[in-house]
């Protein structure tokens, strides 16, 4: 039930995720801000009135990791949950560009559930080679079953957030992206057999498992 006593809670939380010296206290608040949204089914939009003359720098985080095309998924799941805009530098580097709280949440965020879903898809493949010789598809499958299982678990927070990406990032990135280049990510190719799956339903129990494992979900 939406009360004036929660909205003023999250304002609170708010102020303290962007005015703190502490980054990791401004990052756990964050967080919480975000879980309080999607718990309570309430608008970002409702609650920010914070003064908008100590609105943070916008910045860009980088996240430089192995060139998997899974990750173009989960960096974009990402960015819309953190209300940031995402792109690339080369194959490996996922930069994350909004409000620098919102940035470096967002590129941590991004980081531990890209090694949770890489590492368990690398034991996924080892235990379907060890059953039967091959594993062929397995690792994709996985993968994509454990954005899905991401998005899922984060679904309520996506709805809350995606709609409020700030104005001032939004109008910083259409400018500074105006003469960048599109990049095809290309598509993850799964195939229709058991091993895979079964790998997808383990990936994506995996991945609302990993969400829920760093308190993200509401």
Known sequence: MRTEKIIQ?????????????????????ALKAQELLAKYHIDIAEVEDIDTAKAEEIVEV???VPSKKWKYKLAQIVADNFRCKHFYYGKKVVVFYGHKTDAEVAAE??????????????????KVFAQTGTSAGVYNSYVVGFCDGV?????????????????????????????????????????????????YATGKEKGKEAVSSKQLEG
Not at 171 to 199: H, Q, V
């Open 9 to 29: 809670t999250i304002k609170k939380v708010l102020e303290l995720s962007r005015n703190n010296p502490s980054e990791e206290e401004a990052k756990a608040a």
């Open 62 to 64: 980088s996240v430089d």
């Open 109 to 126: 965020t991004f980081r531990y559930l890209f090694d949770m879903g890489n590492r368990g898809a690398g034991r996924e493949v080892d």
């Open 151 to 199: 998005s899922d678990a984060l679904g309520k927070q996506c709805t809350a957030l995606m709609l409020v990406v700030p104005q001032d990032v939004n109008e910083a990135y259409t400018e500074m992206t105006k003469n960048f280049k599109s990049m095809n990510c290309g598509a993850i190719t799964t195939r229709a057999n058991d091993s895979c799956r079964n790998a």
